[in-house]
């Protein structure tokens, strides 16, 4: 393991993680730096070229003892309703579940996608479903034999049909505004009540800014528009065992990674609540 100062500031239940992804090789000092913040956990994406080309990634989970979750890749189309796409989404989400397992996995985290416009139709949603529900059934599978949670979170494809078997969800509070605004639904009121009926299943938490007015996510806490009182709100309804500050961008223009300086901003605000 290599030697350097981790900040160890804070007695809680909830661990508190910051993302990875391949665009932030090499990884080294940026893991370094982010441990010295004092974040936890790192919930890694494993976007292409991940997991295949890894060998830089398993060595530094190694040698930092990173405690580490997993982010499934974007492309992948879980509840596609057509058998080709399915099937070829079924065998990279295995694969990294199967890349999860070479370490101590917190949980496993997933989008579930199709791109299916006739998914409005019942009776296509229902052969989409399916697929989901065969796609948990293995993730489920694996998931027990290797000791970590696998969780769903929601997004703009998210419906509650998708909440089967024996997954666990990640709650993102930023998506979750984001699509009450953008339907025209009061996000304060179906956060609230969302949080209620499924806390039992929340797992994880997401947490970011957003800009309304921008249709934007992913801001560093108290650069948007969204009521941090909301936040504080949903993380005592749902108490999760982790909550993962996945700040992306610097202002809602895009374009401009946010820096160290704010994550560490955001961390201190997150901190505070938990």
Same mark, same amino acid.
């Given at each position: 393991m290599l030697?350097?100062?981790?900040?160890?500031?804070?007695?809680?239940?909830?661990?508190?993680?910051?993302?990875?992804?391949?665009?932030?090789?090499p990884?080294?000092?940026?893991?370094?730096?982010?441990?010295?913040?004092?974040?936890?956990?790192?919930?890694?994406?494993?976007? +292409?070229?991940?997991?295949?080309?890894?060998?830089?990634?398993?060595?530094?989970?190694?040698?930092? *003892?990173?405690?580490?979750?997993?982010?499934? &890749?974007?492309?992948?189309?879980?509840?596609? &309703?057509?058998?080709?796409? +399915?099937?070829?989404?079924?065998?990279? !989400?295995?694969?990294?579940l199967? %890349?999860?397992?070479?370490?101590?996995?917190?949980y !496993?985290?997933?989008?579930? %996608?199709?791109?299916?416009?006739?998914?409005?139709?019942?009776? =296509?949603?229902?052969?989409?479903?399916?697929?989901?529900?065969?796609?948990?059934?293995?993730?489920?599978?694996?998931?027990?034999?290797?000791? +970590?949670?696998?969780?769903?979170?929601?997004?703009?494809?998210?419906?509650?049909?998708?909440?089967?078997?024996?997954?666990?969800?990640?709650?993102?509070?930023?998506?979750?505004? =984001? *699509?009450?605004?953008?339907?025209?639904?009061?996000?304060?009121?179906?956060?609230?009540?969302?949080?209620?009926?499924?806390?039992?299943?929340?797992?994880?938490?997401?947490?970011?800014?957003?800009? !309304?007015?921008?249709?934007?996510?992913?801001?560093?806490?108290? #650069?948007?528009?969204?009521?941090?009182?909301?936040? #504080?709100?949903?993380?005592?309804?749902?108490? &999760?065992?982790?909550?993962?500050?996945?700040?992306?961008? #610097?202002?809602?223009?895009?374009?401009? !990674?946010?820096?160290?300086?704010?994550?560490? *901003?955001?961390?201190?605000?997150?901190?505070?609540?938990?």
């Amino acid at each position: 393991m290599l030697r350097f100062e981790r900040r160890r500031d804070r007695d809680r239940s909830c661990m508190i993680g910051t993302t990875l992804w391949y665009g932030h090789k090499p990884f080294g000092e940026r893991i370094e730096k982010l441990l010295g913040i004092g974040f936890d956990y790192f919930e890694i994406a494993l976007d +292409f070229p991940f997991p295949d080309d890894n060998e830089e990634l398993k060595r530094v989970i190694r040698e930092y *003892e990173l405690k580490t979750a997993f982010h499934a &890749p974007l492309d992948i189309l879980l509840a596609s &309703p057509r058998e080709e796409i +399915f099937g070829a989404s079924l065998k990279v !989400f295995e694969k990294c579940l199967k %890349f999860a397992a070479n370490f101590e996995t917190l949980y !496993f985290n997933f989008h579930v %996608f199709h791109f299916t416009p006739t998914f409005l139709l019942p009776e =296509i949603r229902e052969k989409g479903v399916k697929k989901l529900g065969k796609a948990i059934e293995l993730a489920a599978k694996l998931s027990n034999e290797f000791g +970590f949670e696998i969780c769903i979170e929601n997004d703009t494809f998210f419906v509650e049909d998708f909440i089967i078997g024996d997954v666990k969800l990640t709650l993102d509070i930023g998506h979750f505004a =984001i *699509e009450a605004k953008r339907w025209g639904r009061d996000y304060k009121v179906d956060l609230q009540e969302f949080c209620r009926n499924h806390r039992s299943r929340v797992l994880v938490a997401h947490v970011h800014d957003v800009s !309304f007015s921008k249709m934007c996510d992913h801001l560093p806490l108290g #650069k948007g528009e969204l009521d941090l009182r909301i936040i #504080k709100h949903a993380l005592d309804e749902i108490k &999760p065992r982790f909550s993962l500050l996945e700040v992306f961008w #610097k202002s809602a223009q895009f374009g401009d !990674f946010a820096t160290l300086v704010e994550l560490e *901003e955001s961390l201190k605000i997150l901190t505070a609540w938990l």
